[in-house]
Protein backbone atom coordinates (compact mmCIF):
# COMPACT_ATOMS: atom_id res chain seq x y z
CA UNK A 1 0.00 0.00 0.00
CA UNK A 2 1.03 3.24 -1.08
CA UNK A 3 0.41 6.38 1.36
CA UNK A 4 0.27 9.91 -0.33
CA UNK A 5 0.02 12.54 1.95
CA UNK A 6 -0.83 16.16 1.01
CA UNK A 7 -0.74 19.05 3.50
CA UNK A 8 -1.73 22.60 2.72
CA UNK A 9 -1.06 25.77 4.70
CA UNK A 10 -3.05 28.36 4.05
CA UNK A 11 -3.84 31.46 6.26
CA UNK A 12 -7.14 31.53 5.20
CA UNK A 13 -7.91 28.26 7.58
CA UNK A 14 -8.96 29.55 10.66
CA UNK A 15 -8.93 25.94 12.46
CA UNK A 16 -7.41 22.72 10.60
CA UNK A 17 -9.55 20.63 8.14
CA UNK A 18 -8.43 16.89 7.62
CA UNK A 19 -10.06 14.27 4.93
CA UNK A 20 -8.68 11.01 5.06
CA UNK A 21 -9.69 8.92 1.84
CA UNK A 22 -9.26 5.31 1.94
CA UNK A 23 -10.79 1.58 0.95
CA UNK A 24 -10.85 0.36 4.26
CA UNK A 25 -9.96 1.86 8.12
CA UNK A 26 -6.66 0.24 9.13
CA UNK A 27 -5.49 0.20 12.37
CA UNK A 28 -2.71 2.72 11.82
CA UNK A 29 -5.35 5.10 10.11
CA UNK A 30 -7.37 4.57 13.26
CA UNK A 31 -4.17 5.94 15.18
CA UNK A 32 -3.59 8.70 13.17
CA UNK A 33 -7.34 9.54 13.40
CA UNK A 34 -7.17 9.02 17.51
CA UNK A 35 -4.04 11.05 17.36
CA UNK A 36 -5.72 14.21 15.60
CA UNK A 37 -8.66 14.01 18.12
CA UNK A 38 -5.82 14.19 21.23
CA UNK A 39 -4.93 17.42 19.54
CA UNK A 40 -8.73 18.53 19.27
CA UNK A 41 -9.26 17.67 22.98
CA UNK A 42 -5.73 19.21 24.54
CA UNK A 43 -6.45 20.84 27.16
CA UNK A 44 -4.07 22.56 30.24
CA UNK A 45 -3.64 20.20 32.73
CA UNK A 46 -3.59 22.19 36.59
CA UNK A 47 -3.22 20.80 39.95
CA UNK A 48 -3.38 21.96 43.41
CA UNK A 49 -0.79 22.22 45.92
CA UNK A 50 -0.56 24.62 49.39
CA UNK A 51 -4.09 26.53 48.05
CA UNK A 52 -1.94 27.22 44.42
CA UNK A 53 -3.19 26.37 41.11
CA UNK A 54 0.10 25.01 39.39
CA UNK A 55 -0.10 24.68 35.40
CA UNK A 56 1.28 21.07 34.92
CA UNK A 57 3.83 19.78 32.02
CA UNK A 58 2.76 16.38 31.07
CA UNK A 59 6.28 15.13 30.26
CA UNK A 60 7.01 15.15 34.08
CA UNK A 61 4.17 13.58 35.28
CA UNK A 62 5.44 10.18 37.24
CA UNK A 63 2.18 8.96 38.54
CA UNK A 64 -1.21 9.45 39.17
CA UNK A 65 -3.12 7.74 41.77
CA UNK A 66 -6.29 7.74 44.27
CA UNK A 67 -5.30 8.31 47.45
CA UNK A 68 -7.90 8.21 49.71
CA UNK A 69 -10.85 10.68 48.14
CA UNK A 70 -8.08 12.45 46.58
CA UNK A 71 -6.69 11.97 42.85
CA UNK A 72 -2.68 12.64 43.63
CA UNK A 73 -0.03 13.70 40.77
CA UNK A 74 3.41 13.16 41.40
CA UNK A 75 6.14 14.64 39.52
CA UNK A 76 9.82 14.65 38.84
CA UNK A 77 10.13 17.78 40.80
CA UNK A 78 8.63 15.66 44.05
CA UNK A 79 5.89 17.76 43.67
CA UNK A 80 2.43 16.12 45.28
CA UNK A 81 -0.56 18.09 43.31
CA UNK A 82 -4.43 17.40 44.08
CA UNK A 83 -6.52 17.16 40.58
CA UNK A 84 -10.08 17.81 40.45
CA UNK A 85 -10.93 15.36 37.22
CA UNK A 86 -11.96 11.99 37.04
CA UNK A 87 -9.41 9.37 36.50
CA UNK A 88 -10.50 7.94 33.07
CA UNK A 89 -10.89 11.85 31.64
CA UNK A 90 -7.17 12.07 32.08
CA UNK A 91 -6.34 8.63 30.79
CA UNK A 92 -7.75 9.78 27.55
CA UNK A 93 -6.20 13.11 27.91
CA UNK A 94 -2.31 12.23 28.41
CA UNK A 95 -1.95 10.12 25.15
CA UNK A 96 0.13 7.48 24.33
CA UNK A 97 3.06 7.52 27.04
CA UNK A 98 0.72 7.01 29.77
CA UNK A 99 -0.58 3.99 30.63
CA UNK A 100 -3.73 2.39 33.68
CA UNK A 101 -2.27 -0.18 35.79
CA UNK A 102 -4.92 -0.45 38.12
CA UNK A 103 -8.33 0.40 38.89
CA UNK A 104 -6.55 3.45 41.22
CA UNK A 105 -3.57 4.36 38.86
CA UNK A 106 -1.95 5.65 35.53
CA UNK A 107 1.88 5.50 35.16
CA UNK A 108 4.27 7.62 32.64
CA UNK A 109 5.60 4.92 30.68
CA UNK A 110 8.62 6.99 30.15
CA UNK A 111 9.30 7.05 33.73
CA UNK A 112 9.62 3.02 34.58
CA UNK A 113 12.71 2.24 35.79
CA UNK A 114 11.99 -1.59 36.40
CA UNK A 115 9.22 -3.94 36.76
CA UNK A 116 9.34 -7.25 39.12
CA UNK A 117 6.51 -10.35 38.63
CA UNK A 118 4.77 -11.51 42.24
CA UNK A 119 3.77 -14.80 42.65
CA UNK A 120 0.16 -13.53 43.29
CA UNK A 121 0.06 -12.48 39.49
CA UNK A 122 0.79 -8.85 40.06
CA UNK A 123 3.50 -7.21 38.95
CA UNK A 124 5.62 -4.08 40.53
CA UNK A 125 6.87 -1.42 38.86
CA UNK A 126 9.25 0.83 40.01
CA UNK A 127 9.08 4.81 38.79
CA UNK A 128 11.77 7.31 39.17
CA UNK A 129 12.54 8.71 42.63
CA UNK A 130 11.73 5.25 43.73
CA UNK A 131 7.65 5.39 43.57
CA UNK A 132 6.62 1.95 43.32
CA UNK A 133 2.96 1.27 42.22
CA UNK A 134 1.51 -2.38 41.79
CA UNK A 135 0.13 -3.20 38.07
CA UNK A 136 -2.69 -5.47 38.85
CA UNK A 137 -3.96 -8.64 37.08
CA UNK A 138 -6.70 -7.23 35.09
CA UNK A 139 -4.62 -4.59 33.88
CA UNK A 140 -1.40 -6.41 33.59
CA UNK A 141 -1.99 -8.06 30.22
CA UNK A 142 -2.47 -4.68 28.39
CA UNK A 143 0.69 -3.48 30.09
CA UNK A 144 2.57 -6.38 28.60
CA UNK A 145 1.02 -5.77 25.46
CA UNK A 146 2.12 -1.95 25.42
CA UNK A 147 5.71 -2.76 26.29
CA UNK A 148 5.97 -5.67 23.81
CA UNK A 149 6.49 -8.76 26.12
Do not use: W
Amino acid sequence: MKLKIEVKIDAEYEEPHVTICTAKLTPTIQAAISLLQQEQEKQILTGIANNKTYIIDPNSIIVIRTEGRELALYDEDNNRLILNKPLYELERQLGNNFIRISKSAIINLTKVKNIEASFNGTMEIELVLGIKEIISRNYRRQFKKRLGV
